[in-house]
């Protein structure tokens, strides 16, 4: 258990929905990263916070967007879903803003019909 | 952002040495290397990070050469539950403008009875 927490853990939707993807960070981490992995595909930057602040941003579709709340807790919302959003969403946290190691939850599985 | 190389795959027997190794031409003065561990849809799993010469856990070893342009991720005595795909990762841990914490395309190691 690496202790960041994602939910829910599956979510099956339609084209043209919108979803909200919930990510807890370890206790006292103030980083949180976004990662999108498609089937059998690399891991995909989409972005990252720290402290409540957007810090880096990856290849983060428009009709995506994410924030982080004072209790440090992260959403990323996928609006707008097509079927080619199918994928794994990865979120990770570190202590740090920089890329010391990070702790990876057990991902959402979107599944968009 | 230092680009990583790998290779594709590797295939290896259980109980021998598996050694991976990580192009970082481009590595900058204060980047680190990381290597993690992802099993299917799973999170990475952070394995072993350094700077220079060499680094052991009870997991791995890290070897990097003077000039740090590449770096190599040994694996001793594989099982079968090491089959899976490792990344290669080089970015600046002291970053406090935020990392994007980009993964390549990993090399999917194969170990077999």
């Not at chain 2, 990583?4 to 040495?17: F, H, R």
């Not at chain 2, 799973?42 to 003077?66: D, M």
């Not at chain 2, 970015?91 to 999917?108: I, K, S």
């Amino acid at each position: 258990d690496s202790g960041v927490t994602q939910t829910p853990k599956h979510l099956i939707t339609a084209t043209g929905q919108r979803v909200t993807l919930r990510c807890s960070p370890r206790s006292g981490d103030l980083s949180v990263y976004w990662y999108q992995q498609s089937l059998d595909q690399g891991l995909q930057f989409l972005i990252q916070y720290y402290n409540g602040e957007e810090r880096a941003k990856g290849n983060i579709l428009e009709r995506f967007s994410a924030q982080q709340f004072p209790d440090l807790h992260s959403e990323l919302n996928l609006s707008s879903l097509e079927l080619g959003d199918s994928a794994l969403y990865f979120c990770a946290s570190s202590v740090a803003p920089g890329p010391i190691e990070a702790f990876f939850g057990q991902g959402t599985r979107l599944t968009v019909v | 952002l230092a680009k990583t190389t790998q290779p594709i795959s590797m295939d290896s027997y259980e109980g021998q040495e598996v050694n991976i190794t990580c192009s970082h031409n481009n590595i900058a003065t204060n980047d680190y290397i990381t290597w993690y561990q992802q099993f299917p849809s799973q999170g990475p799993r952070f394995i072993i990070q350094g700077y220079k010469t060499k680094v052991t856990n009870e997991v791995a070893s890290l070897f990097i050469p003077a000039d740090r342009k590449s770096s190599t991720l040994s694996l001793p005595r594989v099982s079968l539950s090491d089959t899976a795909v490792y990344y290669c990762l080089v970015g600046d841990t002291h970053n406090n403008a935020g990392n994007m914490l980009t993964f390549g395309g990993g090399t999917r190691l194969m170990v077999k009875p």
